[in-house]
């Protein structure tokens, strides 16, 4: 890789964006753990949705983060997308 595009920032701000979605994704399982199996009460279906789509925002964000990266060209789009998420699981992962 390139110097300029090798910088730790640049890796380092998808890999946090990639954090943030897994948060969010965790908040929709713990929710579908707490109801259990469905049928759910509306209230439940609601508060679930309102957080899938908050979840699901932020997955795109990180889908659009990633294609957008100076990365991609050095990398392809798949490689770096499974690279942040390893990262985003594992810290410690090397890249």
Not at 66 to 71: A, D, E, F, I, R
Request: proline share 5%.
């Amino acid at each position: 890789m390139s110097d300029e595009i090798n910088t730790p920032n640049a890796l380092d701000g998808l890999v946090a964006l990639q954090a943030a979605a897994n948060a969010e994704g965790e908040k929709v399982r713990a929710l579908a753990d707490e109801y259990g199996p469905r049928p759910w009460t509306d209230e439940q279906h609601a508060a679930w949705d309102a957080q899938w789509k908050v979840w699901r925002e932020a997955a795109v964000v990180v889908y659009e983060a990633v294609c957008g990266s100076p990365l991609v060209s050095e990398m392809g789009r798949f490689e770096l997308e499974m690279l942040v998420k390893k990262m985003a699981k594992n810290p410690t992962a090397a890249a």
